[in-house]
């Protein structure tokens, strides 16, 4: 066993039953490093300290061991599933992670299947479509999930120019004398001022449904059926109807390359591996029709890659037969689907560049409830899908690493034309500030975070401006900066010193995802102030004061005329002003950095500003009125204002106020 562990955790490790389970790895500082499964936990888990690991990616992870949690579970499936759970909601350090902020979009289609022309709802008698993103539910029908946005949009306007469903709000629906707009351009039939029947809508409606699905060929069949009849009972007008919804629906099948098969619901992945990085191409094929892709670029991949190297033959228990090893590819797409799939429902049939570990596809079965099948050679349409993607996997990620490439010779040369201290360029941490309101109103300050060449969303702060005279930048620039690292001052006191950004020591955890030391105040390499001297007067002042080193302020004095590209650098140690160049690198990366600092402030002012001055805020102060009870305010009277101005008999009638919260709401908003 291993001298470097304590005499606790050996002990833990050597208790570990012959089961499946999933293991985690905790260090010092409690943040996660590794995520396993095993069907043996004890074989698995001792390999990693009877085994000299040497300097290996291995060897450092489990240098840092210092705790371990198991969990036991009743099945290899079962423990594929726990794993990647944990994966997807912990993110340790050297797991292959996905990362996806964005929830798909859906097709909805309002009202119950089978509830259209019965209930009295506009949405209920002549169903809606919309766009939709968010969680489901039971009250609505929904087709997707789509890969964009763009992908939902064009399927509604495919339907429209077909079944011409309307589109439009509810509150507008409900309030029309006469046809808009899409019923003259023939992309709607006007339900709303009764130019169809509730059962001539609802057929309409049905169709849909079944083309969304993937029935081509059964929509073609009831629509031929439908107008022979009207034929036959000499409504030639409505026969009419039909045949241009025929004609119309057969150009789109052309124009859409719409697939009349067996494959109506199919998921399409490829993944690409290339200088440390990875790519995995999803594309979505939909009711037979392709819907276009969506890449995805895990991260952690090298680390993870060469720890399940070492350890792909722990749960072979005759060692003398050598496992194969198993593609970097394999590993991410497996990754992939484990992780992708807990959220998203899963097609039948999945089309695979890699073949897919089969206790994978009984998981995704298990976890569905619906027979999951993967093919790794297709044939015919599918070979084609497959090689579709293939080929966007490998532009995607050529796409990256390019984008990498030049992000990082940004930051490299804004380093060498600064002189700031970093030599490992990934730890460069750059905060910029700027303030935005108007004409003194709702004043807010920014402040942005660039490391590891990108911009860090995540550690955006807004900051309220109070307290000061209206339209005085340079005290709001002087409040903000003192709220920002005074607290960094305070928190280095405590900790006995300031740790100037410099680079972390090895046992620290540096890399994206990672935890910090608890204890230890870091202050930026550089702040970028948007302004010129009179700002960065104000930050000198600041910093000053606190104690901090002024060689890591800079201002962003705009040019002549205020032309991009004529920017200068203004220094607060006494240096002189530095033009770096319209054509400069490290002035690109300067002009990003504060153009996301600017956005970041204008949003934040504006949104500031129209709740003060339309009153959102207000009905959620009002004690008894929650999101639903609002959102049914506003849908009534068309926002805040037609609230304030409603009596409290109007008020009543809508669903849920009681008279004492009308009386409530009317005294609040006066």
Known sequence: MSDVHSEELLAQVAALPALPGVYRYFDAQGALLYVGKARHLKRRVSSYFTKNHGGTRIGHMVSKITRMETTVVRSEAEALLLENNLIKTLNPKFNILFRDDKSYPYLKITGVAGGAARGEAPGQVFPRMAYYRGSVDKKHRYFGPYPSAWAVKETIQLLQKVFRLRTCE?????????????????????????????????????HAEALLRGETQEVLQAMETRMMAHSGKLEFEQAAEVRNQIQALSRVLHQQSIEIADDKDVDILAVRVQGGRACVNLAMVRGGRHLGDRPYFPVHVEDAAAIFAEEADDDNPDHAVAAPARPVEVQVLEAFIAQHYIGVPVPPLLVTSEPVDKALMEALTVQSGLRVTAVHQPREQRRAWLDMAQKNASLQLARLLAEEGSQQARTRALVEALDLPPEDLDQLTIECFDISHTAGESTQASCVVFHHHKMQSSEYRRYKIEGITGGDDYAAMRQVLTRRYSKVVEAAREAGGIDFAAAPPPDTESAEGAVKPKGVARLPDLVLIDGGKGQVGVAREVFTALGLDLARIVGVEKGEGRKVGLEELVFADGREKVYLGKDSAALMLVAQIRDEAHRFAITGMRAARAKVRVGGGQLEEIAGVGPKKRARLLQRFGGVRGVASASVEDLVTVDGISRELAEEIYRALR
């Open 170 to 206: 509810d509150t507008v629906f409900a309030n029309r004398t006469r046809p808009c707009l899409l019923y003259q351009i023939k992309r709607c039939t006007g339900p709303c001022v009764d130019l169809i029947s509730p059962e001539a809508y609802a057929a309409d409606v049905q």
